[in-house]
């Protein structure tokens, strides 16, 4: 009976080694995304097969400037997670590799995919485990993804896990003179009444994801991404987005919610063309267009008179509450950075 009892508390503080393993959460600076950090464009006339490897990954990270570390779930540690871009007709293969020192179940819904899920059917992986999807890239468009993990989607999201895949058609968009990454989600995370993040070992006032609140649809902030003021504070990114004047700019964007849409702008410029679909069909000299929550879509502009322009979501209270950023335009023969 001894030998018993003894084996029993082995095992008891094996699981609770075993349990502090799984739930060890790694503390970063930030999330952010460099707006700039973008796969090159495409120039093929083939189709290809392409592989595209998404890293769930659980931190805890700074993403109001505040100091106090939140809570956050991403892919490849930033928010949004990686570009993807492929061409029409592609076979892109998906490795979700879900990271052994994380607490939860990930996947990916692809929205460029046709097929369960998305993709968040095949690619279901617990901590440590790696799952594959393989779908054809058969629509060009601009698209979001994200995580559907545990079923969900909701509180992944809101979490942040979600990114971009742009679909091109054959031989690539037409060339432009910069590319720009962004993407805008809001956030619920709040200091827990009920003491939870103490439960989970994450320090005292850690801001965690309040389900309630986002029922509601109360968000604490917004951000571009990531954190409050990734694409606004120059000691930041707030100074990465320049163009001479006279440049063509293109914009890939995506609105992930989860439950807001971005009404998106660019004071004091008109965009020349915006896609939401195929990219033959696209409007002409908008001003503000929505993104829906759960989607992408592409804005192109030419750089107008030097100065520093503000992109917001024109949903105006937003402004104040994370939804700013900057794009710089140089005056020609100067040498901004
Ligand atoms: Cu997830």
């Not at 942040?160 to 990454?181: A, N, S, T, W």
């Amino acid at each position: 009976m001894k030998q018993i009892t003894f084996i029993f508390t082995l095992a008891l503080m094996a699981g609770c080694l075993f349990h502090s393993t799984a739930n060890a959460v790694t503390t970063v600076d930030n999330v952010i995304k460099d707006p700039t950090d973008i796969p090159a464009p495409i120039k093929r006339l083939r189709t290809a097969s392409v592989t595209v490897n998404l890293e769930p990954k659980e931190v805890l990270a700074d993403i109001d400037g505040s100091g106090v570390k939140a809570l956050v779930w991403t892919y490849n540690s930033t928010i949004p997670g990686p570009m993807v871009r492929v061409m029409e007709g592609d076979t892109v293969t998906v490795n979700l590799i879900n990271d052994a020192e994380n607490a939860k179940y990930h996947n990916v819904d692809f929205h460029a995919a046709m097929a369960p899920g998305g993709g968040a059917v095949s690619t279901s992986a617990a901590p440590g485990q790696t799952k594959t999807f393989t779908f054809t890239a058969s629509r060009q468009g601009t698209y979001v993804y994200h995580c559907a993990g545990e079923g969900k989607a909701w509180s992944h999201i809101a979490h942040g896990m979600y990114g971009l895949i742009v679909v091109e058609p054959r031989g690539g968009l037409q060339k432009v003179d910069h590319e720009f990454y962004i993407g805008q989600n809001e956030w619920y995370h709040t200091p827990p009444l009920d003491g939870s993040e103490l439960d989970l070992g994450l320090p005292a006032g850690t801001l965690m994801l309040d389900e309630s609140r986002a029922l509601l649809e109360n968000p604490t902030f917004v951000s571009f991404n990531g954190h409050k003021n990734a694409i606004a504070d120059p000691l930041l990114f707030g100074n990465k987005m320049h163009a001479t004047e006279g440049d063509t700019v293109r914009f890939f964007f995506t609105s992930g919610g989860p439950n807001v849409g971005s009404n998106w702008h660019i004071i004091g410029t008109i965009f020349d063309k915006t896609y939401q679909g195929h990219f033959k069909d696209f409007l002409r000299n908008q001003e503000t267009e929505y993104v829906a929550p759960g989607s992408a879509a592409t804005f192109e502009l030419t750089a107008p008179t030097p100065g520093r322009y503000l992109i917001v979501d024109h949903a105006i209270y937003r402004v104040s509450n994370g939804a700013l950023g900057y794009l710089i335009v140089d005056a020609k023969g100067s040498n901004p950075l």
